[in-house]
């Protein structure tokens, strides 16, 4: 069964400063998906940032970039020129491509931005 | 931008009374997801659901839950008779093919008093 670990529950960033949340996860195959979603107080959930797995490139959206090692297992997000509005949970999910259900979470960190 | 709009946005129920959350996918999607959210815990797959029937389901997805798509347009997530314990946040999501992330709607708080 395919898990999900971010073993940060909290993080904190001053404004302005860069800040990389971890992602780790288990799976025995070799093609899948990866995210980042965001969960402002709101608790909607927004989609940051997605990866294929065969792509070796590092996916990026403006200030968001991921660092993924496939040999590792590991997906970590890059948030560059933190803004206060930054601030909320991050999930990372992993999502095989064999069938197109069940997205699966890591516990989620929550990230704080210090003006 | 296209969205998925979930209502209501905050349900209060009681024990064992039947809820129904409802779901309005984005509208060229093809794939239907129910998922939750106990508060302060991780988001939980329940259910999934495309071309009018189920596709998967988790373990907590037992007989006091049922989907339905009665019309071209709704999603609906029943609960039959709840417990304290499915108190939680439920998001509704749709996606288009398998590639791209899943859309989320702004979710129902569901609260079992």
């Known amino acids: 069964a395919q898990t999900v670990t971010q073993s940060q529950p909290e993080m904190s960033v001053q404004e302005a400063e860069t800040v990389t949340l971890s992602c780790t996860y288990d799976?025995?195959?070799?093609?899948?998906?990866l995210f980042w979603y965001k969960q402002p107080p709101s608790r909607q959930m927004i989609l940051v940032i997605r990866?294929?797995?065969?792509?070796?490139q590092n996916a990026t959206e403006n200030r968001f970039s991921v660092n993924f090692q496939k040999a590792a297992k590991s997906f970590s997000l890059k948030i560059s020129d933190s803004q206060l509005g930054d601030a909320a949970m991050y999930f990372c999910a992993y999502r095989t491509t064999f069938n197109n259900n069940d997205m699966r979470f890591g516990a989620g960190t929550r990230l704080t931005v210090k003006p | 931008e296209p969205e998925v709009t979930q209502t209501p946005s905050h349900q209060v129920t009681q024990m064992g009374q039947e809820v129904i959350l409802r779901c309005v996918p984005i509208?060229?999607?093809?794939?239907f997801y129910w998922y939750r959210q106990i508060l302060g815990q991780k988001v939980e797959f329940l259910v999934s659901?495309?071309?009018?029937?189920?596709?998967?389901k988790s373990e907590i997805f037992d007989d006091q839950f049922s989907v339905e798509r009665p019309d071209g347009s709704n999603f609906t997530l029943k609960i039959r008779s709840t417990k304290l314990e499915d108190s939680a946040m439920y998001f509704c999501a749709s996606s288009e093919v398998q590639v791209y992330g899943y859309t989320f709607g702004s979710g129902t708080r569901l609260t079992v008093v």
């Open positions: 990866q294929e797995a065969y792509k070796q």
């Open positions: 799976t025995s195959e070799s093609d899948y998906y």
């Open positions: 509208s060229n999607h093809l794939y």
């Open positions: 659901f495309y071309n009018n029937e189920i596709s998967e």
